[in-house]
C-alpha cells in the first residue's frame, strides 16, 4: 500500500525516483508526486492518476537536477485520489516535504490541535499532519524535531522527510511500515522494496522499527531514537534487474505464472538433500510437537487459500487439527493459542498488516511460530524465529501466482517433516512423497503448455457475469483460490463452493448458461463430485472440468474438458492451480483488464 521512494547522490534525483516508483507502482496506482530542491525550496509536483500522467507532466524529470528528492505513489486511504491529496505533502510554511505509507491513528486530533494553531490544510490525508508537526517542532535540530515528532504520533509510517535547511540530506524513518535502504558509489536511497533500488544498486540495508536514517550522498547512518549510531550490514540482493521486469511478455501476472517450474525448483531443491527434508535449520522443539494439540495457519488471501490446502494435508499426514484462519479474523478472535500452539503465518510481502498482528497476537500467547515468506527481511521474517523463505524472486504483478505455489510447496515439505519426526509417516511414504514433490516442477512445465488452449478458451468466457468454482475437499480448497483470481482481475462475480454444498441454497442462482468450472482432481472423490456436476448441468450450466488425464471421465459429460497429469492425490492442488490461473489471466486478457494492477487494489496491503 503506498510506495515511497527518496534519493540523494552525485545524478539528478527525478529521473531516479520516477524509475523506482514505476517499479512500486503495484504497491498502489492512484495517484503519484516528487519533491526536489530548485533554488533553496523545496519544489513538489503531483498528479492524479497513472506514475505516467506525472511522467508527462513534469516530462520525466529531466528539467530538475536537482541531487536529492523523495518520491510516492499512492493507494488511497484517507481521501480520494486526487491532485490535492497525492502525496508529497508540505508543512504550511514550505520547510518540509514528506512522503509517507501507513496511517497516521491519531491524525483527526493532531488536526484539530495544529488548526486550533492556526496551520491550514490542503488535503484530506492523514499524512499532512506529520509536514506540519515537523514544522511546528523545528527547532534547528532536524534530528531531534524528528524524534519529538514521532513520538506524537500513533500508527504506522515509513516516512521521507526533505528540510530546506538541509538540502543535501535525506532522513527516512519507519514503524510497521517497509522500508529499505540501498547504497551505491551513485549516492544511496530509500525504497518500500527491493524493486525500486535495483536500477541503482544491489547493495542494501534493511531498516528496524523505530529507526532513523540521514542519508548523504556518500554516507548512511542509522539511529535509534536514542540518537546511538546502529552499525548494520550491507546485504547483497542477488535478484537482477531483470527479475523485476517483463522480460518481453504482456504482463507480469503471466511472466510470473511461466515463472513458476523455477521458483518451485529454487524453494524445493535445497531443501530435500539424499532423500530428507532440510528446513534451514528451524528449530520446533520435540516436546511441543510430542505435546501439539492444533496448529493454526494464519494468513490473508491467496496465502489464506494455501493454509486451507495445508489444512487437508496437515491432518491427513500428521493427524493434527489444523485450523487456517484468516489473519483479520484470528487477530481479533481472542484465539485459543498457548505454548501449545505451533502457528504457522503464510505472506508473500511479508508485510500484510493483518498477518504481521496476528503473528505478534500468537506470539504474545506463547505460540512457537514458523513464518513462510518471500520477501527476505520484511516485518514478518524479522519478527519470527522460525523463517522459511519461498524463493520465488520478486512477485510484481498484484494478483499472486508464483508466491502461492511456492508457499505450498513449502507447506508440504512441512507437513512430511512434522509427520516425519511424530513417526505418523515410514521411510517408504516419506520417499514417494518427496520424489513426488521434487517432479512437481517438471509436471507444472508440461500444464503450462496448455496456454494455447486456455487462451482460445477463454475466448467464450470473456463476457460472463457470474462463474462458480466447485470442488470437494483439495478441490474445493484449490477452488477458493480460482474463483479469486478470476474475481480480482476480470471483475467477473465469481463464488467458489464445496460442491457438495451447492445443492443446501447457491444452486438457485444456476441457470441456462451459468458457468461452473467443476475441479474433479481428488481420485477418491471424482464420482461424487460428477454427481453434483450433473446437478448443475441438469439446470442449464455451461461446465468446464479439470481433472486429471488418467481419470475415466466421458468429455461428453461436460461443456469442456482440460486434463492435467497425476501426481500423489495430496499434491494434485500444486498442479490443478495452474490452468486455473491461466484461465483468470485469459479471460481477464479477453476483457481487456488491467491486469496487473486491478481496480482497488494494491500489493503488501500495509493497513487493516
Ligand atoms: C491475491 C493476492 C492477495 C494476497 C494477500 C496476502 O491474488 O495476491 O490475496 O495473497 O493480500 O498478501 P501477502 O501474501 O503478501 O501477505
Redesign the pocket.
Known amino acids: 500500500m503506498c510506495g515511497i521512494v527518496g534519493f540523494t547522490g552525485v545524478i539528478p534525483a527525478a529521473p531516479v525516483l520516477l524509475e523506482g516508483l514505476a517499479r512500486l507502482e503495484y504497491r498502489g496506482y492512484d495517484s503519484a508526486g516528487i519533491a526536489v530542491f530548485q533554488n533553496h525550496k523545496i519544489l513538489i509536483k503531483k498528479a492524479c492518476g497513472r506514475l505516467k500522467t506525472l511522467c508527462d507532466l513534469i516530462s520525466n524529470g529531466i528539467n530538475y537536477d536537482s541531487p536529492t528528492g523523495i518520491g510516492h505513489t499512492r493507494w488511497a486511504t484517507h481521501g480520494k485520489p486526487s491532485d490535492d491529496n497525492a502525496h508529497p505533502h508540505r508543512s504550511q510554511d514550505g520547510s518540509f516535504a514528506i512522503v509517507h505509507n501507513g496511517i497516521i491513528e491519531n491524525y483527526a486530533m493532531l488536526k484539530r490541535q495544529l488548526q486550533e494553531k492556526g496551520y491550514q490544510f490542503s488535503s484530506e490525508t492523514d499524512t499532512e499532519v506529520v509536514a506540519h508537526l515537523l514544522q511546528d517542532n523545528y527547532n534547528g535540530d532536524l534530528f531531534d524535531t524528528i524524534v519529538r515528532t514521532l513520538q506524537m504520533l500513533e500508527g504506522s509510517y515509513a516516512l521521507g522527510i526533505l528540510n530546506v535547511d538541509h538540502p543535501d540530506e535525506l532522513y527516512a524513518v519507519r514503524k510497521s511500515s517497509p522500508l529499505i535502504v540501498g547504497t551505491s558509489n551513485q549516492g544511496n536511497m530509500i525504497a518500500s522494496d527491493i524493486p525500486a533500488i535495483l536500477p541503482l544498486t544491489r547493495k542494501v540495508y534493511y531498516l528496524n522499527d523505530n529507526e532513523i536514517v540521514r542519508l548523504t550522498k556518500n554516507s548512511v547512518e542509522i539511529f535509534d531514537l536514542q540518537h546511538h549510531l546502529l552499525d548494520r550490514a550491507v546485504t547483497t540482493i542477488d535478484w537482477d534487474v531483470s527479475a523485476a521486469e517483463k522480460g518481453g511478455y504482456e504482463h507480469f501476472m503471466i511472466k510470473e505464472i511461466m515463472e513458476q517450474p523455477k521458483a518451485l525448483r529454487d524453494t524445493i531443491t535445497p531443501r530435500i538433500k539424499n532423500g530428507q527434508i532440510h528446513l534451514d535449520g528451524i528449530e520446533i522443539d520435540q516436546a511441543l510437537l510430542q505435546n501439539i494439540q492444533r496448529i493454526n495457519i494464519i494468513?490473508?488471501?491467496?496465502?489464506?487459500h494455501v493454509g486451507v490446502v495445508a489444512k487437508y494435508v496437515i491432518e491427513e499426514l500428521c493427524r493434527i487439527p489444523v485450523f487456517a484462519e484468516i489473519a483479520s479474523e484470528f487477530r481479533y478472535s481472542n484465539p485459543i493459542v498457548d505454548e501449545n500452539s505451533l502457528v504457522i503465518i503464510?505472506?508473500?510481502?511479508?508485510?500484510?498488516a493483518d498477518?504481521l498482528a496476528a503473528l505478534r497476537e500468537a506470539k504474545a500467547r506463547g505460540a512457537t511460530i514458523l513464518s513462510i515468506v518471500?520477501v527476505v527481511g520484511s516485518s514478518i521474517a524479522n519478527e519470527s524465529k522460525n523463517v522459511l523463505y519461498t524463493w520465488a524472486g520478486p512477485e510484481i504483478s498484484?494478483?499472486?501466482t508464483k508466491?502461492?505455489s511456492t508457499q505450498l510447496a513449502l507447506m508440504y515439505l512441512i507437513a512430511l517433516y512434522i509427520a516425519q519426526r511424530l513417526g505418523r509417516v515410514d521411510d517408504t511414504q516419506t520417499s514417494n512423497l518427496l520424489a513426488q514433490i521434487a517432479a512437481l516442477p517438471d509436471k507444472v512445465e508440461q500444464i503450462l503448455k496448455l496456454a494455447p488452449k486456455i487462451e482460445t478458451l477463454a475466448q467464450r468466457y470473456a463476457y460472463l457475469e457470474h462463474a462458480y468454482f466447485i470442488g470437494r475437499n483439495l478441490d474445493y480448497a484449490v477452488a477458493l483460490e480460482a474463483s479469486?483470481?478470476l474475481k480480482?482481475i476480470s471483475y467477473i462475480h465469481s463464488e467458489a463452493y464445496a460442491a457438495g454444498e451447492l445443492k443446501h441454497g447457491t444452486i438457485s442462482l444456476i441457470e441456462d448458461g451459468t458457468f461452473v468450472a467443476g475441479l474433479a482432481c481428488v481420485k477418491r472423490l471424482v464420482a461424487k463430485t460428477m454427481s453434483n456436476i450433473k446437478e448443475v448441468k441438469a439446470r442449464g450450466a455451461e461446465v468446464l472440468l479439470l481433472t486429471c488425464e488418467d481419470y475415466d471421465i466421458h468429455s461428453d459429460e461436460v461443456d469442456h474438458i482440460l486434463t492435467i497429469p497425476s501426481t500423489h492425490e495430496l499434491l494434485m492442488p500444486s498442479l490443478e492451480v495452474v490452468p486455473l490461473q491461466l484461465l483468470g489471466y485469459y479471460v481477464a486478457k479477453a476483457r481487456n483488464c488491467d491486469i496487473d494492477k486491478p481496480r482497488n487494489l494494491a500489493?503488501?496491503?500495509t493497513v487493516e
Open positions: 494468513a490473508c488471501g491467496s496465502a489464506y503464510i505472506s508473500q510481502s511479508g508485510e500484510t498477518t518471500n498484484v494478483a499472486t508466491a502461492y479469486l483470481k480480482e500489493k503488501s496491503v
